[in-house]
């Protein structure tokens, strides 16, 4: 069985949609629907057995917290401690895709937190969501509504394809914007900590608040889901633009003809090749931006043209979008 999957118009969102979507999140419901970056998997966050819900249906480990999310910066109140410059990034990129890790005020549940003293929460800018959210009238915890380890999901079916009838209802608000997963930054000491790169660029935080970003490097710093293999198509991905060792490493990867994608920024050289990287296995984006829109659909729609190996064109350097792209691209690419 499938689950049900009800259409939303992202900027002008129905309100008797919203109403049945929100009432299934109030009841203790999953609800799967869209953001700006990609599609969350929503449980009423200050339920315990809600939230256990989206652990079973992703198949999460339990030790990754979960991000909460808010229609409004003043609501976040009553789960965290808010210090001025927290207050400050809330005023500067809410609604937005920039996650904020802060002191937790012990009202959320440990199930949510993973048990640590801290709470990840997170204002969208989608139309759609903050109406759902609006309507819920609680915190909201939304992982990623994917598998766990899967590439994310930037559009329905892909929520659908993972997931099945574990949710109640997937809201259909077509293609998300962004395409990567928010920003996770940790506000609770006194620099400001990248836990995550995302949709939110580090030069963009220093340049609007004036303070520099650390990059966590220890593992003390370490964001519980950074450790994991992550966003990872069923097909092996090599992170290369050279074509003699594309070719080698598919060969490698097996007997017979071997079906090669290529994604990237720029065609792949054509020393690829007769029969290798197909016409329909090709991919290329015409900036940073849109390859961080488009790379999770590329790695599935591969999967689905039957690829054996997915070459992806390692970006050029960390600015900007291309952070979170190498970060995601990094991990998909992880063998376990
Ligand atoms: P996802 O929602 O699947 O994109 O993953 C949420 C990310 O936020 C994961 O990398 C989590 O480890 C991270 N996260 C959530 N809560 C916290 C927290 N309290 N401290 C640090 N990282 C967190
Ligand atoms: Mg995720």
New binding site residues.
């Given amino acids: 069985m499938s689950s049900r999957i009800l259409r939303v118009d992202p900027w002008n969102p129905a309100p008797e949609t919203i109403e049945e979507a929100a009432a299934i999140l109030r009841f203790g419901g999953l609800v799967a629907f869209p953001t700006e970056t990609v599609y969350g998997l929503g449980a009423d966050g200050l339920d315990p057995r809600a939230a256990a819900k989206i652990f079973a249906a992703k198949g999460r480990p339990a030790d ?4 909460l999310h808010f229609a409004a910066p003043e609501a976040v109140d009553d789960v965290a401690r808010v210090s001025p410059n927290a207050r400050r990034l809330m005023e500067l990129f809410w609604p937005g895709p920039l ?1 904020l ?1 802060l002191p937790s005020r012990g009202t959320v549940p440990s199930e949510v ?1 993973a048990g ?1 003293d ?3 929460v997170r204002m969208p800018s989608h139309p759609a969501a903050l109406a759902l959210l609006a309507g819920a009238g609680v915190p909201v915890a939304a ?2 509504a994917n598998s766990s380890g899967r590439p994310s999901p930037t559009d329905a079916s892909a929520v659908a394809d993972d997931l099945g009838d574990a949710v109640d209802l997937i809201l259909d608000g077509g293609p998300t914007s962004v395409g990567v ?1 928010s920003t ?1 930054l940790d506000v609770t000491g006194e620099h400001l900590v990248l ?2 790169p995302g949709g939110c660029s580090v030069e963009e935080i220093e340049t609007r608040t004036g303070a520099e970003v650390l990059l966590s490097g220890g593992a003390a710093h370490r ?4 450790r994991y293999r992550h966003y990872a198509p069923r097909v092996p991905l090599l992170l290369d633009s050279d074509a003699g060792r594309i070719v080698r490493a598919a060969r490698e990867s097996g007997t017979g003809e071997r079906r090669i994608a290529w994604v990237g920024m720029h065609a792949p050289e054509t020393s690829l090749g007769e029969g290798i990287a197909h016409p329909e296995l090709r991919i290329v984006f015409d900036s940073p931006e849109n390859y961080a829109r488009g790379l999770f659909h590329a790695l599935r729609a591969f999967e689905e043209e039957g690829a054996d190996l997915i070459a992806a064109q390692w970006p050029s350097s960390d600015a900007g979008i291309m952070r979170a792209l190498r970060d995601r691209l990094t991990r998909a690419s992880m063998k376990e």
Avoid: C, D, H, M
């Fill in positions: 990754n917290p979960l991000i996650t890790v937190t640590l801290t709470v990840a992982p990623s997963e996770v836990l995550r964001s519980p889901g950074t």
